[in-house]
């Protein structure tokens, strides 16, 4: 066998996982791309080559009042579920961190349970447990159901903040004659702000968009963004599923993108 065979091979694997890994991204991210085009087409069926561009059936949602219902159902509950989320998140990873206290493995174990847990047993479960309890499905109990589904992500985002950051700060603004309560004001808080609002955001996000959960807990006659594009696809594929589709897709992307700028701008300053 030749020098030049010999190495020909490695460049020939890396090729060929190149190859792959475009392929995976086109199998990936192709669909959404196809939904986002499609919602630009001026034909009502969503078929290609596109026939002209046209921004009619986003007017089409502005006129729906059952979707902009929805919207605002999923916009009041992502920002309630994420503020409750947060605020609890905080506290706990602060305790978690901070101090030493029995139980703490259980509770720290007990708080990453819903990232492991599927979010079909989830929500079967806490929809059991409410029957147990005699409660019916409501809006309040959506919004339980998404602050639990949130409050790890904070938790865990929290945390990786305050490990990295040292006592030093809190200990001299203590040392000086603040209290804990003005030492977390004061010097906490806006140390691991960058992480708050970072948790925020991503809780938002996960609220927004979430479906699988939702469908267990909310009662009938709410419906959020997700639900309804469901219940959309049970009678046709029309463009303005197409339209709410894009929709989902730019706010997705974007709260993430915008928490990730804030966090920079926010960490630079501190």
Known sequence: MSVGSRLDRPSMGWNGLRLLTLLVYIFMFAPIIVVVLLAFNSARTGSFPMEGFSLQWFGKLLENDSIIGAFETSVILAASSSFLATLIGVMAAIALIRYSFKGKAIINNLLSLPLLMPEVVLGVALLMFLKFLHQPRSFLLLLLGHTVLSLPYVVLVVQARLVGLRQHY????????????????????????PAIVGGFLFAATLSFDNITATLFWKKPGIETVPTKIFAMLRTSISPEINALGAVMIVITILLPLIGGYVVRRLSRGR
């Open 170 to 193: 809190e200990e001299a603004a203590m040392s000086l004659g603040a209290n804990r309560l003005q030492t977390f004001i004061d010097v906490t808080l806006p140390l691991i702000s």
